[in-house]
């Protein structure tokens, strides 16, 4: 049996443990909910102090040109590269998920209605994060003409349902709910057999597990700061477009951000070549300037080594819950299998939205996600093994003592 020394031993053999001291977290919570808000580095208050009172206060509208403000979507996407397998200059940080998602999918589409007009489906999967179906839903409503959206329940249906109708194959790598994780390899490598073009969301994988985009073989890609890459509140979200494909269309969103020469004032629009058009509008620079703090921390280490712990931490935490709760019938949604698995794990308990509120009043923060969902993320920059062990005892005594039927843990609030 796994006792808290072994886990103690565990945080003190742990070469990823400095890494914490970078993070400003609370004493008293153990936060696993970094898949959902990453915690902030401790090196972004000062930023956010430069940023408004030197770059905002001190130089204006200068800073566009002399704090590096106009370039910094490529200059933060150039170092994000790394992480998801592109390389320099092919990555902006902009907008949000669900726009670039709008951006990347209808530039798909364009590509396939120069080549391949009669593709116009959209293969999808039920479980996707729901803007995702959203935004896909909205692009063909808009284009009308014939484009629809095919959902399919589970991977596995995934061979069927792609054929010579197909535009584009456009899935989330890691599941929000479940935690599985898709082969991106072997899907893509289907995809392109059957003519289709590959958008991945990278929601959730992004900082949290290795992507190698390129050897993938990937097209489309797009995935949020906020997560794993602790950018902060609703900070701006990344784009990745295959330089194979990158000027052969533009993205809709046509803003002068993307033109070719922003500050000529031209009455038409003239694409930027390269990852450059898929920017729109002046983006906040408060959040953006942000997200390069939650990336400095990557350049200390690698995703092998955070992908390491990674499991250790999610198998450790599998295998606590399955020996301390037992008798609590907890089922897991979450793959065994570590080359299925995300960075974060489910568990179903019919009364989940309590037990997370519950838990939450006693400083261990995870999430809730419909239906019947609870969820814990783990994140190897900043989880330690003995947090683990310390946050399945509380849910162990919260089950065990029925703490979750108290009435002010059925109250719902309006983010779960
Ligand atoms: C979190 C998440 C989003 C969020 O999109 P926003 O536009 O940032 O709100 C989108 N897709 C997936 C798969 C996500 O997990």
New binding site residues.
Partial sequence: MTTRNHCLALDAQDPLAPLRNQFALPDGVIYLDGNSLGARPVAALQRAQQVIAEEWGNGLIRSWNTAGWRDLSQRLGDRLARLIGADANEVVITD???INLFKVLSAALRVQALKAPQRRVIVSESSN?P??LYIAEGLTEMLQQGYSLRLVDSPEELPRAIGEDTAVVML?HVN?KTGYMHDMQAVTALTHECGALSLW?L??SAGAVPVDLKQAGADYAIG?TY?YLNGGPGSQ?FAWVSPALCDLVKQPLSGWFGHARQFDMEAQYRPSSGIARYLCGTQPITSLAMVECGLEIFEQTDMASLRRKSLALTDLFIELVEQRCAAHGLKLVTPREHDKRGSHVSFEHPEGYAVIQALIARGVIGDYREPRIMRFGFTPLYTRFSEVWDAVQTLGEILDEKTWAQPQFQIRHSVT
């Fill in positions: 949000t998920t669900s994060f803007t995702d989330t929000y969301d929601a959730h949020c997560k979200a």
